[in-house]
C-alpha cells in the first residue's frame, strides 16, 4: 500500500478503481486537477529565510524548508521549536518578518489572505479539532466541499447529487456514514479529528498540513490514519506534525527536525534518530 | 456741606481710624463710594485695618454692627484695598494688589499709581504696575502717551488688555492712526499669548478628564483582561463611589463637623469598600456563573446596572446632590493670566497616577498579583498549580470595582453627582480599554490621557458632539491598524 | 434506531401545534385592524390605544428578527440596532413633516428661523425618495461601519461595545438643533400620510396591515436565509470563523451582508413605527433601547426564528402593564430579567417550551 512519491504527478490522472470506500475513492482519484498550480520544478511547497519574532523572541529564525509534490514530510521537534508558527506563516494567520513563501512555483504567500490561500489549495488540520459544532457531521462536510465559495453562490446553492455521494464516500472512509446526521459538538474527540481530516479531504487541497492528527485516538485509530495518510500521498502533499515517533516511523521516508525556528536534521528517520544533535535537543544537555 | 466734611477729615491725617469707621457706617451708599474712591486716588498705610474689616462687612474687628454693602460698593473696597496695599513693604502682597488694579483702576488713581510705578523696586510688581498704569492710559488725551500705552498692553498676555485693545479698536474709539496701527499689532500678540494659555487649558482639562477615564478604565481592563467579561455595571461602580463620598460627606457634616475638611480622604477607603463589596457579591451571584460567555455577561451586568441605578434613584432621588469641595481643594495655581489649574483636578491627575502605581504594584510584586497574573493567562494551568481562582476571580473583580469606587471619589469632586453619573463615563471608558489593548495598565494609560486630550482639545474646534464623534471614527480607523490595542502582546494567539 | 424515529415523531408533532398557534396569531393580527373599523361602542370593537400598541410590538418585532438575524445565527451582538431603527424612522418622519408643512418649512426650522431646508432634506417631500431612504440611511451606514468593523475582525464584545458607541455618537449627534432634525424634540404633529389623514381609522388599520406584512415577509426571508447554506456558513461563522477561512470562505462577505440586511429590516420597521406612534425623537438611539431589544431575543430564544418574536412580544406586554401598575419598579424588572434570563434560560421561553416537549 505504501505509495512511493512519483517523480510526474501528471503520470498518475489515469483512474484507479479501488473497493469502494477506501482513502483513494474518498479523495477523488482520477478527477481531473485544476490548472491552476504551477509544480514544473517538482516543489508544491518552498520557504526560504522566513523569520518571525514576536517582541524579541525569534519563533522562526532563517527556516528553509521545501516539500516536493506527492510528498510526505514529517515535523518533529521539542516544544517551541516553530512548528505552529511555520503553519501559521503557511496559512496566512501569521506574516513573516523576512522571507519568502511560495506556493508551486508562482504563489506568493506572504501576500495572499488566509481564505485566498485555502482556496489555492493549502488546507489545514488544527492541534485541537476544530469543527463547526452547531451543524451536523453531514453539512460540515457540504461547507468545506470543493465548490464556489461566494457569497452569492451560497444563497443559491443546491447540493448536486454528485457532491451529496462525494460526501457520503469520504463520510464512508472515515467510518462516519452513520452519524452523518448527529451535531458535530456531540462527537467523540477522535471521531471529530476523522470529520476535521474528512472536511480537509472534500476540500481536495494540493497541500494538507496536519498538527498532530492522532493525538487522542486510541491504537486502532492511529493504525488506520497512518494507512489513509500512506494513500493521500502521492497525489496531495502533506506536511505532518507529530510527536508520536511510532506513527511517525510508520508513515514518513522523510523527517525535517525543527529546532529554534530553524532546520536542524533532515532525512529518513533512522538517519535523523542518529544524529547527535538532534538526540542532544530531545534529551536535553 | 457734606463733600466739604470730607475734605476736613481727610485733610486730618491723624484722625483716628475709628472715627473715620463710624462715618463711614453711617453714609449713605453714594457717600460712602465717593468716600471710597478718595481715599484710592490717596491711600494711607494707616487706614488699611479699617479697609481689611470692611471687606470683612464690619468696621472693626469686635465690632457687631453689621455693614450693608452692595456689589458696587464691595469692588470700590477692593479696589482701595488694593490702592493702599501698593503701600505695603512685601513685594508679593503689592504684587496681587496690582493685579488688582489692573482690572479696577480708576482715572482718578493715575497720578498715585504713576509715583509708585516710578519707585518699585520689584521686576514683577513693576511690570504689573505698568499694566494698570497702561489701561488707565488708554484714556489719556495725548496721542504719545496712548501709543505707549497701547505699546506696553501688548507684552502681556492678559484677556483684559485683549478687551481693551478691542474697545480701543472699534470704529469711533480712536482717532489716532499711529496708535490705531499699534493697537492692531498689540491685539495680535496678545491673541497669540492668549491662544497658547487656551490650548495649554484645554490640554489640562483633557488630563484631568483623562486621568477620571483612567480610573474607571483600569477596573475594566483588570476584569476584561482576567476574566474575558465586560462589566457594563462598571459604571455604577463609579457611581456608588460618589454617592459613598456624599454619605461620607453627610454623615461627618452631622457627627463630626471637625473632621468636615477631610471628608474625601476619609471617602476613599469607604468607597473602594462598598464599590469592592457590591463589585465582589455580584462576582459571586451573577457573574460567576457566566465565565466563558461574555456576551451573555454583558447582557446580564447591564440588568445589573438598571437595578443599581433604579435603587440609587429611590433612595436619593433622580436629581444631583451636593458634594461640596473642601477649602484645601478649592482655588487654583495661576499660571497664566488666562490659565488657572484648579487644585481639585490637580490633586485628581496625581491620584489617578499614585493608584495607577498602586495597582502596577499590586499586580507586579504582590502574591495576589502574581496569582491574578497567573490565572490572566492560562487558568487550567494556574489552577493546577493549586491557585484557587475562584478566590482570584473574586478578588479580582474586587479590585477592579474598588478602583471604580475610588474614581468616584474624585469625580465627586469635579462634576455632577446623580444616578446617571457612571452611563455617561462607560462607553468612554470602553473606549480607553479598546483603544489601550487588553489587561495592559501603560496602555490604559496613554489610551486614557489620549482621549482625555483629544476630547477636550476637539471640543471647543468643532464642538463636544462632532468631536466624539469623530473620536469615535478614529478609533475604528485606528483599530484598522492596530487591531489589539495600542500595546498588544504579540504572539501565537490561541483560539 | 428506534430513539430518533421517537424524537421525530414528538417533533413533528410539535411542529404540528406551533403551526397551528401561528396560524391563529396570524389571523388574530390580521382581524385587529378589522375590528377596529367598527363603529364605536360596538362589542368587539378594538380601540385605537390597542392597535397602535400592538402595531409598535410588532414594529419591535421585526426589529428582534433582525437582531436575532446577526446575534442568534451570526454571533455578533449588535447594541446599535435602535441606531438603524431611528434612522429608518427619520427617513419616513421627514416625508410626513413636509407633508404636514405643506409648501413651508417644517415647524422647527422656522423655530430656528431658517430660511431654506438643508440640502439633505431634498426630494424627502416625494414618497418614494423618502422610502428610498428608509432603505438606504440604515443601509449604507451599516455597510460602512461593518466594511471597517470586519475588516479588522473586530468580534465579540468589542464588537458590541463599537456598535453601542455608534448609536450613541448618533444620539449626541440627533440631539442637535443644527443637525436639521428637530432636536430634542424630533419629529412629532405628523398630519398626513400620502393625503389620508394619520389619524384616521382606516390610515392605522393599513398601517397595521402593512406592518404585520412586513413582518411575516421578514419571517419568510430569515427562514428562507437560514434554510440555505448561507444560513449554515453563518453558523460556522458564530463557532468557528478560523475554521471557515481555512475551509476557504471569507467570512466578511457574510458577515457584510447579514448585518446590513439586518440593518434594512430595522429601517424598515423605524418607518412603519413612525406614522404609527406619531413621534421620532432621538431617545430612540439611546443604547437602553438598543440592549433592551437583546434581551427581548434573549428572553425568547436566539438562534430561533419565532423566539425573538416571542420575547419581543412578552417583554413590551410587560412594559406596557408594568409602567402603568408599578412604573418605579419597571427597571428592577427589566433588570432581573436581563439577569435571569442569561443565568437560568441560555435558550429562552422557545428552547425552555422544546425541552418540555421532548421526554
Known amino acids: 500500500m ?114 485566498q490561500i485555502a482556496q489555492a489549495g493549502i488546507g489545514r488540520k488544527f492541534q485541537k479539532p476544530t469543527v463547526f459544532e452547531a451543524l451536523t457531521v453531514f453539512e ?143 534529551l536535553g544537555r | 456741606m457734606l463733600r466739604l466734611l470730607f475734605t476736613l477729615l481727610l485733610l486730618l491725617p491723624l484722625a483716628t481710624q475709628a472715627s473715620e469707621g463710624e462715618f463711614f457706617l453711617t453714609a449713605k451708599p453714594a457717600e460712602q463710594a465717593s468716600l471710597l474712591e478718595t481715599w484710592a486716588a490717596q491711600p494711607d498705610a494707616a487706614r488699611l485695618p ?83 498704569l497702561a489701561n488707565l492710559q488708554l484714556g489719556a488725551s495725548e496721542p504719545a502717551v496712548r501709543l505707549a500705552a497701547v505699546r506696553l498692553l501688548g507684552e502681556t498676555g492678559d484677556p483684559l488688555a485683549r478687551t481693551r485693545l478691542e474697545a480701543l479698536l472699534q470704529p469711533d474709539a480712536e482717532t489716532d492712526a499711529a496708535v490705531r496701527i499699534a493697537a492692531e499689532t498689540s491685539l495680535a500678540q496678545v491673541q497669540r499669548k492668549l491662544l497658547v494659555g487656551e490650548l495649554l487649558g484645554q490640554a489640562f482639562s483633557g488630563l ?113 446632590v451636593e458634594v461640596s469641595n473642601p477649602a484645601w481643594l478649592s482655588g487654583g495655581i495661576q499660571v497664566l493670566p488666562n490659565l ?40 487550567n494551568m494556574a489552577a493546577c498549580c493549586g491557585v484557587s481562582t475562584g478566590r482570584v476571580d473574586m478578588l479580582a473583580f474586587g479590585l477592579g470595582s474598588g478602583i471604580a469606587g475610588l474614581g468616584g471619589v474624585a469625580l465627586s469632586q469635579v462634576g455632577n453627582v446623580g444616578p446617571d453619573l457612571g452611563q455617561s463615563y462607560i462607553i468612554d471608558s470602553f473606549l480607553v480599554v479598546v483603544l489601550g489593548g487588553v489587561g495592559q495598565l501603560a496602555g490604559s494609560l496613554w489610551a486614557a490621557f489620549g482621549l482625555g486630550i483629544a476630547n477636550k482639545l476637539l471640543e471647543p474646534q468643532i464642538g463636544a458632539v462632532l468631536g466624539k464623534i469623530l473620536i ?9 491598524k492596530r487591531p489589539q490595542g495600542l500595546f498588544a502582546l504579540k504572539g501565537r494567539v490561541i483560539d | 434506531m428506534n430513539q430518533p424515529l421517537i424524537v421525530t415523531a414528538t417533533r413533528k408533532a410539535g411542529t404540528r401545534v406551533s403551526m397551528a398557534v401561528g396560524a391563529v396569531v396570524v389571523l388574530v393580527l390580521l382581524a385587529l385592524p378589522l375590528l377596529s373599523l367598527l363603529p364605536d361602542g360596538h362589542a368587539l370593537q378594538v380601540s385605537a390605544y390597542t392597535l397602535t400598541l400592538v402595531g409598535k410590538i410588532l414594529c419591535y418585532a421585526i426589529v428582534a428578527l433582525a437582531l436575532d438575524l446577526v446575534w442568534g445565527y451570526a454571533g455578533l451582538l449588535s447594541l446599535g440596532h435602535g441606531l438603524f431603527f431611528a434612522l429608518g424612522g427619520y427617513a419616513m418622519g421627514m416625508y410626513l413633516m413636509r407633508q404636514a408643512a405643506g409648501d413651508g418649512l417644517p415647524g422647527f426650522m422656522t423655530f430656528l428661523s431658517w430660511s431654506e431646508l438643508p440640502w439633505y432634506w431634498a426630494g424627502t417631500q416625494h414618497f418614494a425618495w423618502a422610502l428610498c431612504l428608509v432603505v438606504l440611511a440604515p ?86 436565509l437560514t434554510q440555505s447554506k448561507f444560513g449554515r456558513l453563518l453558523t460556522a461563522v458564530r463557532d468557528a470563523e478560523n475554521r471557515l477561512m481555512f475551509c476557504g470562505y471569507d467570512p466578511r462577505g457574510f458577515k457584510l451582508l447579514v448585518w446590513v440586511l439586518s440593518a434594512v429590516l430595522c429601517g424598515l420597521a423605524g418607518a412603519l413605527y413612525v406614522p404609527q406612534v406619531g413621534i421620532i425623537n432621538p431617545s430612540e438611539m439611546s443604547p437602553t433601547n438598543s440592549i433592551e431589544a437583546a434581551v427581548w431575543v434573549a428572553l425568547g430564544g436566539r438562534g430561533t426564528l419565532i423566539g425573538p418574536l416571542l420575547g419581543a412580544g412578552l417583554v413590551n406586554g410587560m412594559k406596557s402593564w408594568f409602567t402603568v401598575a408599578f412604573p418605579e419598579f419597571w427597571l428592577f424588572f427589566l433588570g432581573a430579567l436581563f439577569i435571569l434570563v442569561t443565568l437560568y434560560l441560555p435558550k429562552g421561553v422557545v428552547g425552555l417550551v422544546k425541552k418540555r416537549s421532548q421526554p
Not at chain 3, 471597517?148 to 449626541?172: E, H, N, P, W
Request: aromatic share 8%; with cysteine.
Open chain 1, 2 to 115: 505504501r505509495s512511493v512519491p512519483p517523480v510526474h504527478p501528471e503520470f498518475m490522472l489515469e483512474p484507479i478503481f479501488d473497493q469502494i470506500g477506501s482513502g483513494r475513492e474518498a479523495i477523488g482519484l482520477g478527477r481531473r486537477r485544476e490548472a491552476g498550480l504551477d509544480t514544473r520544478h517538482g516543489t508544491v511547497l518552498s520557504l526560504e529565510g522566513i523569520s518571525v519574532s514576536f517582541d524579541g523572541f525569534k519563533a522562526l529564525n532563517d527556516l528553509n524548508l521545501y516539500i516536493g509534490v506527492g510528498e510526505l514530510r514529517c515535523i518533529i521537534g521539542p516544544n517551541g521549536a516553530g512548528k505552529t508558527t511555520m503553519m501559521d506563516v503557511i496559512t496566512g494567520k501569521t506574516r513573516p518578518d523576512s522571507g519568502t513563501a511560495y506556493f508551486g512555483d508562482t504563489l506568493d504567500l506572504t501576500r495572499m489572505s488566509e481564505c
Open chain 1, 140 to 282: 460540515n462536510l457540504e461547507l468545506a466541499l470543493k465548490a464556489d465559495k461566494s457569497v452569492w453562490a451560497s444563497l443559491v446553492a443546491r447540493l448536486s447529487g454528485e457532491q451529496r455521494q462525494r460526501i457520503e464516500e469520504v463520510l464512508a472512509t472515515l467510518r462516519l456514514l452513520p452519524l452523518a446526521q448527529r451535531q458535530a459538538g456531540l462527537l467523540s474527540h477522535g471521531q471529530k479529528q476523522f470529520l476535521e481530516i474528512g472536511m480537509l479531504l472534500v476540500q481536495e487541497p494540493r497541500l494538507l498540513l496536519l498538527d498532530e492528527p492522532v493525538a487522542g485516538m486510541t491504537d486502532a485509530e492511529t493504525e488506520f490514519t497512518a494507512e489513509l495518510f500512506r494513500s493521500l500521498a502521492g497525489h496531495h502533499s502533506l506536511m505532518v506534525v507529530e510527536h508520536d515517533m511510532g506513527f511517525v516511523g510508520s508513515i514518513a521516508d522523510h523527517v525535517t527536525v525543527l529546532h529554534q525556528g530553524s532546520v536542524l536534521a533532515q532525512g529518513s528517520l533512522a538517519q535523523v534518530q542518529e544524529d547527535e544533535r538532534v538526540v542532544e535537543v530531545y
Open chain 2, 50 to 132: 479699617l479697609l481689611e474689616n470692611l471687606r470683612q462687612g464690619r468696621i472693626a474687628e469686635n465690632d457687631t454692627r453689621k455693614l450693608r454693602l452692595n456689589n458696587r460698593l464691595r469692588g470700590l473696597i477692593d479696589n482701595t484695598l488694593a490702592s493702599h496695599q501698593l503701600l505695603s513693604d512685601q513685594a508679593n502682597v503689592r504684587l496681587v494688589a496690582a493685579q488688582q488694579l489692573q482690572k479696577t483702576a480708576q482715572p482718578a488713581q493715575m497720578a498715585f499709581l504713576d509715583r509708585r510705578f516710578a519707585s518699585e523696586p520689584d521686576a514683577a510688581v513693576h511690570a504689573a504696575l505698568g499694566l494698570a
Open chain 2, 208 to 320: 484631568s478628564l483623562g486621568s477620571i477615564l483612567l480610573l474607571a478604565a483600569l477596573g475594566l481592563a483588570i476584569t476584561f483582561g482576567l476574566l474575558g467579561v465586560i462589566n457594563m455595571a462598571h459604571g455604577e461602580m463609579l457611581m456608588l463611589g460618589a454617592y459613598s463620598t456624599y454619605m461620607v460627606q453627610v454623615l461627618l457634616q452631622r457627627y463630626a463637623p471637625g473632621a468636615i475638611e477631610f471628608y474625601p480622604l476619609i471617602a476613599l477607603p469607604v468607597a473602594f469598600a462598598v464599590s469592592a463589596g457590591v463589585g465582589m457579591a455580584l462576582e459571586r451571584t451573577v457573574i460567576r456563573h457566566l465565565y466563558g460567555r461574555p456576551l451573555e455577561t454583558l447582557l446580564a451586568t447591564w440588568g445589573i446596572s438598571l437595578i443599581l441605578i433604579q435603587a440609587v434613584r429611590l433612595i436619593f432621588g433622580a436629581q444631583n
Open chain 2, 340 to 379: 488657572v489649574l484648579p487644585y481639585n483636578r490637580l490633586v485628581i491627575i496625581g491620584f489617578a497616577l499614585a493608584v495607577v502605581l498602586l495597582t502596577w504594584l499590586l499586580l507586579n510584586r504582590t502574591r495576589l498579583g502574581l496569582n491574578v497574573r497567573a490565572v490572566t493567562q492560562n487558568r
Open chain 2, 472 to 480: 469615535l471614527a478614529l478609533i475604528i480607523l485606528f483599530i484598522q
Open chain 3, 139 to 224: 443601509g449604507l451606514l451599516a455597510l460602512v461601519f461593518g466594511f471597517f468593523a470586519f475588516r479588522s475582525r473586530i468580534k465579540g464584545v468589542y464588537f458590541s461595545i463599537m456598535t453601542q458607541a455608534l448609536t450613541f455618537a448618533g444620539m449626541l449627534l440627533f440631539f442637535r438643533n443644527e443637525t436639521g432634525f428637530g432636536g430634542n424634540n424630533g419629529f412629532t404633529n405628523f398630519r398626513t400620510i400620502l393625503g389620508f389623514d394619520i389619524t384616521a381609522q382606516g390610515t392605522r388599520a393599513a398601517l397595521f396591515l402593512l406592518t404585520v406584512g412586513l413582518l411575516l415577509g421578514s419571517l419568510f426571508l430569515c427562514w428562507r
